[in-house]
């Protein structure tokens, strides 16, 4: 006796949590058996492994077509076929469009191509995340990225509207999304140190800040690229490196509101000019698209590996970055106060997200 | 013109790309009705046409109205070559023809192709203008309501219950015209959804003129089916019970009796029981008819039942003289009537009497020699026949009607088995006439019926019965006979007295048979039946006892026949009626005396059995009252006789069941293990395990014992087909096989739905197909109701207090009763005197107690049953508490997607229907070329039927309802062709569209008037966009 046939079909969809997430996981029919047996479910309940394996085969059908309408959420809403409560509906996309951190470092800042897509068996094998859950999160992206790329407006609106997700995850698609585009080195080994939360506060910062949108809400793409005019002003800020007496006056700026409140004070007062420097090259270097891609690196590389060396503890870095951006405002021969503001401000924000071990 | 059909299109959306270089589509939509057809512009390059059309107007005569239904095709427009079609909507206008229901049609319906399924979906406004038309001769029937549900619908009010109607059409089935080799699979399956279509308005207008004749102005109760006789043609068949309702104005009419729906709606709306039990069967060849062509006609009877007496042989007590007046007057009423048949499983108060048991009849016939194959009058003389056999069966019974009718049929290639049962009854003739027997025999009437038990009583001579039984008194009035065990195909009456919970019973079996052809085939199956009807009913009865439970109602007998086998599935609801004696236990005899191993083997098994029988009578809460035997006068004329199985003589050659009396003086049923069969036969008895703990089950409308439903609801259809390893094909190998694949899928059903525990399986319907040579599909529908696990604990008393005050209620406000009624009826049950007739002792020695305790715990009851009604009112209304307010107006265009609840009950547990929109009957061909592309079998038989509920919602909330009740997926034909890479799949659905509202919105309605649609809190909630 074989079954050929075995369905079930509710007026109400059923929605099982645990087998959505063994799904979403990637695990075939038979490991979401095994797994589900070893959770105790059949003891709970009187079940037999074939009740258990029939449950699952019809769970995984079941979400097996619903996830040509999870590609367009609110087709999910729209649609007749499937009656599933709108709480069920916000947990089916949440958790669909839901990301596993160790994937996301792998690509994030990364081409969203075919060519990245080749890469994910090594991705899975390094992460051990299954092929088929690296290639679902891997198409989130790229199906966010593709909607949302050519949109006018919010970034974090235009994903929430698309795709529906809860605030906290349509802000992190827009952080990948902007990665994505913007193309941001984060795979180098001396970055590995940071978490997806670090990059995601970053881009935060520099899409509210550094985009064609912070000045104009209505242009296309104005939260995807940055505004290339600041790119191009910000070599202005050269000066403040360049003019050796403009560097003195601002180190003896510093030195003088910090004496006394810094630990590191002799460190800081030895690096500075390398500090200063280190800062505004990232920023003067800007124009170039590879200068872009290797920003974090050269933030690590300039400014936080140095600090770290010296082992300035976060408090001291806080006060520091803010003295030496407050500081420039008392320089009287540096006229480009708003652009270092609209600078520094960001930078200051990033650099202390980024400065732990 | 005596009508005008007005259709607007209004818009499209999620359209399928039909241009694959644009990723757009150019839509446009064709409007056809009858012969007229009007189509919309093309709305170039979208997914989303907003196509804003004229309204088209169709100038028809209402006869077409009933039978046409309104086609609209949304087409791909190509300039070079010939458009493509994306799919279709049917929508049968139907409801807009009768008054009170729908006014207009408008919503989103999905648009469906039977290869791709569901292609987006288009809003459509439909509109009927129709014109009075005092034509005498019309031929249509316009206004005459039909209904589902199989019993009185809520909100309307029986005024006579006319009787039964029935009808048949006939036609060429397309997939069988020549024209089928040359046209494409969508033409041929396109051809014959419309052909079903036309044939079911068709069917429903001459049902509703049969009405019309008949002075009525609705049709309960109404069960179409269509048989698809391949070659010989496709039949579309209805019965139903034709009625005369009022609707109930006033709310403040039903307010009160909505406060418990799960009491007061006991209907089981799908029945298509058969028969069951095989006392007195006779097997008789029948040549019909038509010349020279031989039809087998095969037909088994049983009378078996198990009745309950009112007795004539008793005829000196005092009811005694009006109860002959009354058996007259019914008489007469019914014997008007040709086939005095009733569809209805659940009745106004009063209107059942007695019941007799289950009768059935069973008819084997050649498609392939049907006269005039197009013509409808061999399927009509063959169903006549078969209706005549069970009028003859009733009045065996001393019964002049049979409720809970149905009808059904088993097709393998050219043999056809008819079947039809029903439960042979005594009506009150007070609906059934235009009341005419109003007044004091009516009122003496009510009183000598003591409520929970008159229908137990026998309405047979007892001195004269149709077939051995055993009687008793009534345990409950003591002063009517009762039989020992009641079968019944209907529901459990409302005020029926029950013990405990009820649970579902199934017998399974199968037989193997060898393939032959045309007569030969016949003959063998037409030998097959008797012994399967017998071997169904010993299964059932030994089940009941195993469970300790003496009655069954809802029983359905399905038998399918296959090519080299067939199969009987019967379900029924087993319950403990207080009426009815206690049933004895089971006691198993071996044949093989000297054999000490195998005596102590017997006497395992019986320590088994009897361990069982203790455990399901605490699992079912069934510890009824015991009773003294000394004051029951008990003057049984045989008191053994009642257990001996009586066989007819062409079977009784073969011994199955054996009585042996020496086993003590219980009246035992005895199972003697004569052969390693019979002993697996024992063993199946207890290998049904019971549902987890939790868990209820059972194929009435609602459990008995379980009164507090909360609202939550799922009703769902799974399916299974298992192939069977042509190896071991023995009868056995066979029984247990189709026994597992039972059993696996209730296990299946009770673990996915174990998050709604406590819960209870309520209107469980399987259907069993044999698609193939080794395939069996099984098919379940049924609802899982949840319900609060507190208040079940109060069971039986709350119970039957609840139903007795509301049977007073119902009284005085459906029926109009003389108020006094319902103070004096209560009391008034007089316990009989004990009657010291022939006394026997032996035959109770099981229970004691005396029965004077019983009218105590009686006074108790009623005492604390007014607490508790009242209780009742205050727990619904703050059940659901949200602000639930169901969209009575057209949905709203794009916004949102209103939930839309379907369930086979006739009612939505703590909500009150408030509105009939009119009946829902559609049929869906679905076919693909690409099964393994769709996720093979299973893939694409989930999709289609996911499709189909999305169709019915669609339509549902289109007429402005937002639930279905009485649903039922009448027919799910299932093949594949794996080795093509094929499956076709045919369903058949309907059900009633109604619009309910919750209790505690009722009440609030009133103050917020105009408030915005929302629903959160209850179950469902709305889909907001």
Partial sequence: ?357 | MPGKLKVKIVAGRHLPVMDRASDLTDAFVEVKFGNTTFKTDVYPKSLNPQWNSEWFKFEVDDEDLQDEPLQITVLDHDTYSANDAIGKVYIDIDPLLYSEAATVISGWFPIYDTIHGIRGEINVVVKVDLFNDLNRFRQSSCGVKFFCTTSIPKCYRAVIIHGFVEELVVNEDPEYQWIDRIRTPRASNEARQRLISLMSGELQRKIGLKVLEMRGNAVVGYLQCFDLEGESGLVVRAIGTACTLDKLSSPAAFLPACNSPSKEMKESPLVHPPSHGCRSTHNSPIHTATGSRLTQNFSVSVPTLIYTGMGSGSAGKEGGPFKALLRQQTQSALEQREFPFFTLTAFPPGFLVHVGGVVSARSVKLLDRIHNPDEPETRDAWWAEIRQEIKSHAKALGCHAVVGYSESTSICEEVCILSASGTAAVLNPRFLQDGTVEGCLEQRLEENLPAGCGFCHIPYDELNMPFPAHLTYCYNCRKQKVPDVLFTTIDLPTDATVIGKGCLIQARLCRLKKKAQAEANATAISNLLPFMEYEVHTQLMNKLKLKGMNALFGLRIQITVGENMLMGLASATGVYLAALPTPGGIQIAGKTPNDGSYEQHISHMQKKINDTIAKNKELYEINPPEISEEIIGSPIPEPRQRSRLLRSQSESSDEVTELDLSHGKKDAFVLEIDDTDAMEDVHSLLTDVPPPSGFYSCNTEIMPGINNWTSEIQMFTSVRVIRLSSLNLTNHALNKNFNDLCENLLKSLYFKLRSMIPCCLCHVNFTVSLPEDELIQVTVTAVAITFDKNQALQTTKAHVEKSLQRASTDNEELLQFPLELCSDSLPSHPFPPAKATSVDYSSFADRCSSWIELIKLKAQTIRRGSIKTTVTVEKTSPMGEGNFRNRSAAPCANSTVGVVKMTPLSFIPGAKITKYLGIINMFFIRETTSLREEGGVSGFLHAFIAEVFAMVRAHVAALGGNAVVSYIMKQCVFMENPNKNQAQCLINVSGDAVVFARESELEVVSTQQPAANCQPACTGGEVTT
């Fill in chain 1, 1 to 357: 006796m074989t079954s050929e046939l075995d369905i079930f079909v509710g007026n109400t969809t059923l929605i099982d949590e645990d087998v959505y997430r063994l799904w979403l996981d990637g695990y075939s029919v038979g490991d979401a058996v095994a797994l589900r047996v070893r959770s105790g479910i059949l003891e709970q309940t009187g079940a037999t492994a074939a009740v258990l394996q029939s449950d699952t085969m019809d769970h995984y059908r079941t979400f097996h077509m619903l996830e040509r309408l999870l590609h367009a959420p609110p087709k999910l809403l729209h649609q007749l076929i499937y009656q599933i409560p709108p709480s069920r509906q916000a947990l089916l996309i949440e958790r669909y469009y839901a990301f596993d951190e160790a994937f996301v470092r792998e690509v994030l800042g990364k081409k969203l191509s075919k060519g990245t897509k080749k890469d994910l068996d090594d991705i899975s094998t390094k992460t051990g995340i299954t092929l088929k859950s690296c290639r679902r999160q891997f198409d989130n992206f790229k199906r966010v990225f593709k909607v949302v790329e050519e949109m006018r407006g919010s970034l974090v609106d235009n994903v929430q509207q698309h795709f529906l997700l809860s605030d906290r995850l349509a802000r992190d698609y827009a952080a990948i999304v902007f990665f994505a585009n913007n193309r941001f080195e984060t795979g180098k080994k001396k970055l590995q140190y940071l978490s997806f939360g670090d990059f995601a506060f970053c881009a935060e910062l520099m899409i509210q800040n550094w985009t064609l949108g912070a000045v104009d809400s209505q242009v296309d793409d104005m939260d995807m690229d940055l505004d290339k005019e600041f790119l191009q002003d910000l070599k202005e800020l050269k000066v403040l490196v360049a003019d050796k007496d403009l560097l003195d006056l601002h180190k003896s700026l510093v030195c003088t509101a910090l004496r006394g409140k810094l630990g590191v004070f002799s460190e800081m007062e030895a690096n500075f000019k390398n500090l200063s420097r280190g800062l505004v090259n990232v920023a003067t270097k800007l124009t170039h698209n590879k200068d872009v891609r290797d920003l974090f690196v050269d933030l690590v590389e300039k400014f936080v590996e140095p600090c770290r060396s010296d082992h300035w503890p976060l408090s001291d870095v806080r006060l520091f970055l803010n003295q030496y951006s407050a500081s420039v405002h008392s320089l009287d021969g540096f006229r480009h106060q708003a652009l270092w503001d609209r600078y520094m401000g960001t930078l200051r924000g990033c650099l202390l997200r980024l400065y732990h071990d």
